[in-house]
């Protein structure tokens, strides 16, 4: 055999074809490293050493991965999937948090699913495995996934305790700051830096928004609304008619109605009080009506323009509204606005005329769902878990009595702590109870989400499991605070040992604790 070393360039073989990919990247306000350059320079970086040409890009700027919504490219990648308008055989993108931190793990794989099932290879350029389809690879996305989804959990707790935390400080949190009032700029000192105008906002970290009295003539005004409507008796209508009649707008520069000021006479904040998270939209899941002793209040925190008895009065008149009326012909008003409007929402009664305030209901009916429920009104959103959490909060003083006593009859002393619950045992441990309740899937699985109460850190939590329909406990754990490091906890019907060690049938291992001995006994 004889080896020609003199072979011309141009009878080398040809390098194979490369393989038409699109890349999909995503950033939302998270670290430099998953800005859309960095994740497309890694992508291409990827194509280049294993043959891929990039040939399309589907780019999500600035959204968040927790859900589908607003995230324009992956919808598009997904729709042109599903239409069939695809020229590549593979999507590169750059980890496998990209595609989304999806709270369920499985709502990601969905989506990998569909675009595999088009016969699209997905890879994850800077992951350290391979995405082929092995038992190896398919065990690492799904850890990757649900670390995703506890990251962006983890991140919402930080930051609603942060959020909490510079409301109690004085501190404005969002919104506009309402006729009669403005947010003033204040530097990490709480010397003012300037008034912010309506749209504007801080582009400092450490900068804060407090609230102060607005012009004289706008503060003359709230206070002449509060005169008027304590002093002299005159209605929000009436009231709203003579302000248009002046000519004078509301801070969004529109004429006033029954239900503008009707907000303006409810608001804290004309008496200087700071209240936050009235609702919640966590993890951009459901908006959520957040119960009055849930939100997040500081009084006093801001200049008030209103005094503090007169506001007094003003919620007393209005609330009393409601109180001369019995339940039957509150919901026949609520009826008639339902059957004139279409709909009901809080603003909608608030507007409504001769009727009590969307508060009146919520006192009267427990809640604006049960009273919407009453008079034939179903919601687009399914809120009834705000009635499972008042029932539970009724039932958990139940179960706090009931285990006192079984703890004294088992011959141990128990100190409760009327404001927290927290219960200190035979002057040796303290122990906290949970009721936690039952939530079941799209696809029948049960759930329960466990929070640790980190401020009163209590030797042990005493979890009570509710069942499905939360009627009832359906078990037990009993939570030591040196194994648990996580404030908080995702329970699944089985857990595994190192949670459902610490699972029991009944609360009598608890009991148990309380037993005192002899020391001869003992001995």
């Not at 990998?112 to 997905?122: F, S």
């Not at 040992?497 to 037993?515: I, N, P, Q, T, W």
Request: aromatic share 8%; glycine share 8%; hydrophobic share 40%.
């Amino acid at each position: 055999m004889v080896i020609n070393w003199n072979t011309p360039e141009d009878d080398k073989p040809p390098d194979p074809p490369r393989v038409r990919a699109a890349e999909y990247v995503r950033m939302s306000t998270e670290h430099q490293q998953y800005s859309t350059d960095n994740q497309a320079a890694a992508i291409r970086r990827y194509a280049d050493t294993h043959g891929y040409e990039i040939v399309h890009t589907y780019k999500d700027d600035g959204k968040s991965g927790l859900n589908l919504s607003g995230r324009s490219g992956l919808k598009l990648l997904l729709a042109d999937i599903e239409a069939g308008r695809t020229d590549f055989q593979a999507l590169l993108v750059y980890d496998v948090s990209r595609l989304g931190r999806f709270q369920d793990p499985d709502e990601a794989a969905t989506h990998e699913l569909r675009i595999r099932a088009a016969g699209i290879q997905v890879e994850y350029c800077a992951e350290q495995f391979r995405n082929d389809g092995s038992i190896s690879s398919s065990i690492i996305k799904t850890v990757k996934r649900t670390m995703a989804a506890e990251y962006s959990r983890e991140l919402s707790v930080k930051v609603f305790a942060g959020q909490a935390n510079l409301i109690r400080r004085g501190y404005r949190q969002g919104g506009a700051a309402g006729y009669g009032l403005r947010r003033l700029l204040v530097d990490v000192n709480g010397d003012p830096k300037g008034e912010l105008g309506r749209g504007e906002h801080k582009s400092i970290a450490t900068d804060r928004v407090i609230l102060v009295p607005g012009p004289a003539e706008e503060v003359a005004v709230v206070q002449e609304v509060y005169r008027l409507f304590t002093e002299v008796g005159k209605p929000e209508r009436e009231i709203a008619d003579l302000l248009n009649a002046r000519g004078l707008l509301t801070d969004l520069g529109r004429p006033w109605s029954r239900g503008t000021v009707h907000q303006l006479l409810i608001n804290e904040k004309y008496v200087g009080d700071n209240v936050w998270a009235r609702t919640s939209f966590k993890l951009k899941r459901q908006h959520v009506q957040n119960a009055e002793d849930e939100w997040i209040r500081a009084e006093g925190a801001f200049a008030a323009i209103v005094d503090r008895a007169m506001f007094a009065r003003a919620r007393a008149t209005i609330d009393a509204r409601s109180e001369r009326l019995s339940d039957q012909a509150m919901l026949e008003l609520l009826a008639s606005i339902f059957a004139s409007k279409g709909m009901l929402t809080g603003l909608i009664i608030d507007e409504a005329e001769d009727a009590p305030s969307s508060s009146a209901y919520r006192r009267r009916f427990g809640s604006l769902l049960r009273a919407y429920e009453l008079v034939g009104f179903a919601p687009d959103r399914d809120y009834r878990y705000l009635e499972i959490n008042r029932k539970l909060r009724e039932l958990h003083p139940r179960i706090v009595d009931d285990t006192i006593a079984a703890l004294e009859q088992a011959g141990g002393t128990v100190v409760r702590d009327t404001a927290t619950d927290l219960l200190t045992v035979n002057g040796e441990f303290t122990a906290s109870l949970v009721v936690v309740r039952c939530v079941q899937t799209a696809a029948g699985s049960l759930r329960w989400k466990l929070r640790l109460d980190a401020a009163l850190r209590p030797d042990l939590t005493v979890a009570v499991r509710m069942a499905p329909g939360n009627e009832l406990p359906r078990d037990y754990y009993l939570l030591p605070r040196l194994d648990m490091g996580d404030a908080v906890l995702r329970l699944c019907e089985h857990n595994g040992l190192s949670l459902d060690a610490y699972r029991f049938d009944d609360l009598s291992a608890f009991h148990r604790m309380a037993v005192r001995r002899s020391w001869r006994m003992a001995a």
